[in-house]
Each structure stands twice: as C-alpha cells, then as structure tokens.
C-alpha cells in the first residue's frame, strides 16, 4: 500500500505536461484577453530577414563592384518598351518609354531564408553596388518618381539581384533624307557603363531579340511612320580610357507618304496641269495667259517653302526636292512659251472684209488713189474726202464724177478706221491671228512628258527597297 501513493505522485506531472500541451491557447501564443492570437511565422520572418538584411549590409561597400579584381561582373539586360514616338524630324531625335532591365550577381548578398526570392524597397538600391549605364545617344532622360521612384529590386538567395526603373529616353536617330518622303530610318538606342571598361563589366543579352526588347501591342505612338520592327547587337567602342561594351537596338521605321501626297505632290501636279491650260488660249488673250503663267509659278514657288519648312535644313535634295525643281521647270517653261509665242504674234487685226476692200490692198494706185481735189476713186466711183474734228475718222461722200448735181444728194456715210497707218473698211470683219504651232506642239508635248516622268519617279521611288543606315557613335 505505501507504493500507491508514490506512483499518483510521479503521474501528477505527466499529466500536467499533458494538459499544457494540448491547450489551444498555449498552443498558438495566444494572450488572455486577445481575441485574435498574432501569427508568430509572419513576426519571426520579419525578424529574420530584418537580421539578414542588417547582416548583409554590415561591412558592404557599395563603392566596389561585384568580384573585384577576380571576374568580370555579367549585367544581363533587356528592355519592355511601353510607348515608342513620336519622332521629330527637324531636331532627328524621337522619344521612347521604357521598363529598363539589369541583372548581376554579387556574391556578398547570399542569404539563406525560408524565402528564395525577396523583394526589397528601392530605398536600398542606394545601398548596394549598381551599374553605373548610361545611354549613349540619349539627349536627355527621365526617371519617373510619381507617387514614388518607379523602381524595382529583389533579391536571390544566390546573391542574384534584379533592378527594373521605368524611364523616358529623348535619343538622336541620325537621319538620311535622300528618299524624303519614301525614306527609313534605324533610330538606336545604345547604352552600356559609362566608367567600367570591358574588363571590369560587360553587358549581355538575356534572351533572343523578341525577348531581349519587346514592344507592347498598343505602343506605337507615330504618326509619319510604321514601326517595322527592331534588330539587337553588341558593339565595342575604343577610346583614350579603354574600351568599352555598347548594347544597341536599332528600330526600323519606314515613313507613310499619304500626309505628303495630299499636301504636296497633289498640289503640285494640279498647278501643273493648270499652266497648260493656257496652250488652249487664244494667243491674243494676254491677260488670261499672263495670269495663268505668273500665278501657277509663285503657287509652286509658295508650296516649295511650305515643304522645306518640316525638314531639316540638310544641303543635299530629297526625292521631293526633285519632284518639286521638276514641276517648277515645267510651269516655268509654260510661261516661257507664251512669251515666244506672243512674241510671232501680229500686233494688228486681220481684215477679212469684202472683196472689193481686199483688192484695195493689193491693187496699186488705180485701186485706192488719193487724188489732189481730196476725192479718193475706188473702183471707177469719186468720193469726196471731209475731215472732221477726230483726226483719226475720215467721212467719205458719194458724189457724181461727170456732172455736178443741181440739188443736194443724200449722203452715204461710211466710217473708217485708221489701224497701222491704213484706211480700212469699218465693216470688214476682224479675225484673230492663226493658232501658233508652239502652242499645237505644246498641248501634246508638255503633257506627254510630265506623265512620263511622273511614271519614272513613282516607280523608281516606290520600288525600292528601304535602305537603312546605322551609325556608329563615339565615346
């Protein structure tokens, strides 16, 4: 009986033990009172990436780059472009949004964790080493910081880090205006590190040119132009410092020639086809020609400057340069021919009278002969010659030659006027000159060449293939 009691005694604190453990508040850490017990992962995570973190950083010095004086730092890139235009021609620059990609790897950031990726603020990209890119051809760029710096930075158990930053680049794009408006143009985009030399850093590629820059569905924002497509590539530029790894993406861009064909090339050929209009004038209308010639050169002289206005002021002649200088030389070559044929144009009217007044022309002295009593004989009949006040219109009467009458005989008036010197019939009647033979050649000639050349210049400009030039810059 005295062993009884001692083994309740030893079964006591089992039990207690048991108890305690299958207590549901004891269990999850749960305070009297708190209806809500606090999820001790998410408090012990929080401690230790904080105490990792605080590791990592004590004794880092972000003023070295990864694996100096051993390796050679790889910064895998790749761009997302979000927006892409527009392009400016007169300065030759265009702009582009971009999701700006870097990946690298410092073997001073390993971690172990129970998470394999941590994603961090950007306010510790200031605190570790980064690349030090530039862009080359960039005129001017911006990093957006609305509501906060547009940044991204996780972190990898391997000490792998990827930094993303959204950006808005203003870049030159050299441009090759020969074939203006049927041009293309590869506007670059280069970048690499602006103080590590290719033995220090070197920029890759993370994937094929689809992968390595991409363009979003809806980004194009041009207006001139179709977007083609791009080409990615590797250059390496020598310098007085060293050498150095550029990363460049070439875009292609092909310009749309609609805008140009209804403001320019339509205008030019209608004020064309306007100065030949006149070949079908009469070659007395002066006026009318006149207005015809002048007006159609100072419109093409008016659409030549309104062109050139959206251009660069290159020193070579675009493609509609030429159309243009072509255009001019034909309007100008109207007005010219209406001068040669104004020129061999008689200064009087043709008398197309009766045929007795036509005699009178070619008749000698018997025909139409002043006599000394003032009388003029035309055809065996003598009238006597008036003068009124206006020196310029003579009166004829008809009178008998052989016997003077006894009463006064009704007068016949015939007026005439005086042209060149000449007495002419005023009922005769005024023909106008023959037309030249300038303006019957012309009418075939002018437009048979303006649409032979129209045909050599679209299917010449139209047919050829887009030639792309790229440039390569400097540091």
């Known amino acids: 009986m005295a062993g009884t009691p001692n083994k309740l005694a030893a079964l006591v604190p089992c039990v207690w033990i048991l108890a305690m453990l299958l207590d549901p508040t004891t269990q999850n850490g749960a305070v009297a009172g708190h209806r809500e017990p606090l999820p001790d992962d998410s408090k012990d995570n929080i401690t230790i990436f904080t105490r990792i973190l605080d590791r990592l950083l004590d004794g880092y010095d972000n003023r070295l780059r990864p694996g100096l004086g051993e390796s050679v730092t790889e910064v895998r890139t790749n761009i997302y472009v979000t927006s892409f235009g527009p392009v400016s021609d007169t300065d030759m620059e265009y702009t582009i949004d971009v999701f700006f990609r870097q990946s690298w790897r410092d073997e001073r950031l390993k971690f172990d964790g129970p998470m394999q990726v941590l994603p961090l603020n950007n306010l510790l990209a200031s605190k570790i080493w980064t690349p030090d890119t530039f862009f080359h051809n960039g005129k001017k760029s911006v990093a957006h910081n609305m509501t906060t710096p547009n940044k991204l930075l996780r972190l990898v158990d391997n000490g792998t880090l990827l930094y993303t930053m959204r950006l808005t680049i203003h870049a030159e794009c050299p441009m090759h205006l020969e074939d203006f408006p049927m041009d293309a143009h590869a506007c670059p985009l280069k970048f690499g590190s602006y103080a590590y030399t290719n033995n220090e850093v070197v920029y890759i590629w993370t994937a094929d040119d689809e992968k390595s820059v991409s363009v979003a569905p809806d980004g194009s924002r041009l207006n001139q132009y179709d977007l083609l497509g791009h080409v990615i590539g590797k250059e390496t530029i020598k310098s007085s410092t060293g050498e150095y790894v550029v990363m460049t993406t070439y875009f292609h861009l092909k310009r749309k020639i609609g805008y140009f064909v209804i403001q320019t090339y339509l205008p030019c050929i209608m004020t064309v086809i306007l100065s030949q209009v006149s070949f079908w004038l009469n070659r007395e209308s002066v006026p009318a020609r006149t207005v015809f010639g002048v007006t159609t050169v100072l419109t093409m002289t008016t659409l030549s400057i309104s062109a050139r206005n ?41 008398w197309d009278g009766e045929k007795e007044a036509q005699d009178m022309r070619t008749r000698d002295s018997t025909a139409f002969s002043k006599k000394t009593n003032n009388t003029f004989n035309i055809v065996g009949t003598t009238y006597p010659m008036s003068v009124g006040k206006d020196p310029g219109l003579t009166t004829i009467a008809k009178s008998a030659t052989t016997q003077a009458p006894a009463l006064p005989q009704p007068v016949r008036e015939v007026r005439l006027s005086r042209m060149d010197g000449e007495y002419i019939v005023e009922g005769a009647k005024k023909s106008y ?15 048979v060449l303006f649409f032979i050349f129209n045909l050599a210049y679209w299917a010449t400009y139209v047919n050829r293939k887009p030639s792309i030039t790229k440039s390569n810059g400097q540091k």
């Open 433 to 447: 000159n023959r037309v030249s033979k300038v303006d019957k050649i012309s009418r075939i000639i002018f437009p």
């Open 310 to 350: 959206s251009l660069p002021k290159v020193a070579y002649a675009t493609a509609m340069d030429w159309f243009m200088a072509v255009c001019y030389a034909f309007v100008f070559s109207a007005l010219i021919e209406f001068a040669t044929v104004n020129y061999f144009t008689k200064r009087s009217w043709a």
